[in-house]
C-alpha cells in the first residue's frame, strides 16, 4: 500500500482549490447560509460536467470516471477547508456508495449516470428524531403489495434532504432492513427543512405516509451494506474535518505573525505560541488518521471498520479543539459575525455529531477490535 498522493491527484487537489477559490468563497458561504437556497445547482452542474468531481469514484459503465476513494477525499479534504455547501457528502460520500454497494444493477442505471453529470442531487435517509446511528433502532417501516412497496414513518437529520431528487431510506421489511428509493415530490412525502446550529449544511425531517418506493437490491441487504456504508460516510467527513481544521491552523498562525501588541506580535508570546505548537500536533495527527482510513477505503480491505471509528473520533476532537482555539487566539475579532471563526465552530460541532461522536465511535472501535 503506497502512502502518498500521486502527482495527478495532487494536480486534482489543485484543481478543486482553484474552484473553490472562484466559486466557494466566504462572501457565497454566508450568502448561502443566510438564505432559503441550501446550495447552487448552476455550480452544482459546473462541478459535475466540467470537473467531473461527482463522478471520480463511480463505475464507467455508469458514467462515472472508474477512480477510487483516494480522488475523492482529495475532493472532501478541500471541500472542507472552505465550508464548501455543495452537497457532496450526501451525494457522493453517501447516496452514489449506498447504490454501489448494493450492486442492483437497474436502480445503478437509473441513478449514478445523473450523480455522474452533476445533474442529481441524492441523500440517504437513516436516523429517526433520536438522532441514533444504531442500525437496531429503526422505526420506518416498509409494506409491499405484490411487486410495489410503501413506506410509513419519519426520519430526521437527512443531510441535504430538502433539496434532494433522491432519497435512499432505510425501513424494516419482513425479511429485515431495506434500502428503498423514494424520488423527490412522491406521494406522501412532506419535507420539513430543520433550523440547526450549522447553516452551511442543511438538514430536513422527511415523513412518509405510504409513499411509494423502489427496493434496492433485495429485502434484508441493507443489514449488510449499512454498516460499510456509515464506514465510508465516517472517513469522507473525518477527511473534511483535517480540511477545516488545516484552514484555521493557517489563519492563527497569520494572525499570530501579523497581530501587535505591546510592540511584539502575538505569536512570540508563551500562551499563542503553544495553542499554535499543539494544533499543528493535533492536525497532523488527524490527518495520518483520515489519510490511512482513506487508504483503507479505497481497497474496502478488513481494516476499514475499526480505523473509519478511530478517525471519526480523533478528528471530531481535533476539530472542535482547532475551533474553539481560533476563536481564543483571535480575541475580540473572533467573536463577531464578521469573522469566520464562528463559521467554523458551527460546522465543527455539527460534524461531531454527525454519523455518531467521538463517544459512540470509540464504544464501536472497542467492539470491532474485541477489546
Same mark, same amino acid.
Given at each position: ?10 494536480? =486534482? ?38 470537473? +467531473? ?11 462515472? *470516471? ?43 442505471? !437509473? &441513478?449514478?449516470? +445523473? ?12 436516523? +429517526?428524531?433520536?438522532?441514533? &446511528? ?10 409491499? /403489495? ?41 406521494? $406522501? =412525502? ?8 450549522? !447553516? ?56 499570530? /505573525?501579523?497581530?501587535?501588541?505591546? $510592540? ?41 471498520? *475499526? ?13 472542535? !479543539? ?11 475579532? +473572533?467573536?463577531? &459575525? ?7 465552530? !458551527?460546522?465543527? /460541532? ?22
Amino acid at each position: 500500500m503506497d502512502f502518498a498522493f500521486s502527482a495527478e491527484q495532487e494536480e =486534482l487537489r489543485s484543481v478543486v482549490a482553484r474552484f473553490l477559490d472562484a466559486e466557494c468563497d466566504e462572501a457565497t458561504v454566508r450568502r448561502l447560509a443566510d438564505s432559503e437556497e441550501s446550495y447552487d445547482p448552476k455550480i452544482w452542474r459546473f462541478a459535475g460536467r466540467q470537473l +467531473g468531481l461527482q463522478s471520480l469514484a463511480i463505475p464507467e459503465a455508469y458514467g462515472g *470516471a472508474g477512480f477510487t476513494f483516494l480522488e475523492e477525499a482529495v475532493v472532501f479534504e478541500e471541500f472542507g477547508r472552505r465550508l464548501c455547501s455543495l452537497p457532496y457528502l450526501a451525494t457522493v460520500g453517501l447516496a452514489a456508495n449506498a447504490l454501489t454497494l448494493a450492486q442492483d444493477a437497474a436502480t445503478m442505471a !437509473r &441513478w449514478l449516470p +445523473g450523480i455522474a453529470a452533476g445533474e442529481t442531487v441524492a441523500t440517504v435517509a437513516f436516523t +429517526g428524531d433520536e438522532g441514533s &446511528w444504531d442500525l437496531t433502532r429503526m422505526t420506518t417501516i416498509a409494506t409491499r /403489495k405484490d411487486s410495489e412497496y410503501s413506506l410509513r414513518g419519519h426520519k430526521s437529520f437527512v443531510l441535504d434532504g430538502q433539496s434532494a431528487d433522491l432519497i435512499l431510506v432505510t425501513a424494516q421489511a419482513e425479511a429485515g432492513l431495506s434500502l428503498y428509493a423514494v424520488e423527490r415530490g412522491a406521494a $406522501g =412525502l412532506s419535507v420539513q427543512s430543520l433550523s440547526t446550529l450549522d !447553516r452551511t449544511r442543511r438538514q430536513a425531517r422527511l415523513e412518509f405516509r405510504d409513499t411509494p418506493a423502489c427496493i434496492v437490491g433485495h429485502e434484508g441487504q441493507a443489514a449488510e451494506v449499512m454498516p460499510t456504508l456509515l464506514d465510508l460516510g465516517a472517513v469522507a467527513l473525518s477527511l473534511e474535518q483535517v480540511g477545516g481544521a488545516s484552514f484555521l491552523l493557517d489563519i492563527n498562525v497569520a494572525y499570530a /505573525k501579523q497581530r501587535f501588541q505591546f $510592540g511584539r506580535a502575538i505569536g512570540s508570546f508563551q500562551a499563542i505560541k503553544h495553542k499554535c505548537a499543539d494544533m499543528l500536533l493535533d492536525v497532523e495527527s488527524a490527518r495520518s488518521a483520515a489519510y490511512y482510513a482513506a487508504w483503507c477505503a479505497a481497497e474496502m480491505n478488513s481494516e476499514l471498520p *475499526a480505523v473509519a471509528s478511530m478517525a471519526k473520533a480523533l478528528c471530531s476532537e481535533v476539530y472542535g !479543539r482547532a475551533a474553539t482555539d481560533t476563536i481564543l487566539i483571535h480575541g475580540g475579532i +473572533g467573536f463577531t &459575525w464578521e469573522h469566520p471563526a464562528h463559521l467554523y465552530y !458551527r460546522r465543527a /460541532k455539527s460534524s461531531e455529531l454527525l454519523l455518531g461522536d467521538p463517544s459512540y465511535h470509540r464504544e464501536l472501535l472497542a467492539q470491532r477490535i474485541n477489546i
